[in-house]
């Protein structure tokens, strides 16, 4: 790891400043969850349904929104899955760049893939994005244990987009790119 990016993750966790506990709302709001760092990060460009990079604290840092999983757009010898470029133009939407973001990070902060595992609130209007993508069906709930902050609020929010047939769950009906 680089010292740049070992500098900034280590601003990253000194700032962490509160530790919340419960669940988000059903309309996508939160107020609860796992240690959080305030308005402590910008998007700098979406990299597809769930990953952005974000500068924090100065550095850029390829951020994995934990506890969902969007079809594939971009994954280097993989082909484009179904509703993969909704999924990564929905979250264009939802976090243009330059955003302001508070980032929540949970037990474990980073993947093998060295990317920073967080839950995602837009700073202007505290819109849990991760609860978004799931609730507007551009992607599905998944578990990645030990980061199982709000796990119950995903898999409410998945439940119902799978019920409504939102998004992905209407459109890829008969190629789904997650198990039923």
Known sequence: MSDQRSC???????????LLAGCGDPEGQASTGGTSAGGNATVVRVVDGD???????????????IGIDAPESVKQDSPVECF????SAHLKQLL??????RLELDQEPRDKYDRLLAYVFR???DLFVNR???ADGYAAAFVYKPNVAYTPTLQDAGRTARSTGAGLWTACSSNLPFPR
């Open 84 to 87: 993969g470029p909704e999924a």
């Open 123 to 125: 700073s202007d209007d």
């Open 51 to 65: 990953t952005i990079v974000a500068r924090v604290d100065g550095v850029e840092e390829r951020v994995r929104l």
């Open 96 to 101: 243009p760049g330059g955003a302001s973001v």
């Open 132 to 134: 978004a993508m799931v």
């Open 8 to 18: 900034g993750l280590a601003a990253l966790l000194a700032t962490v400043a509160v």
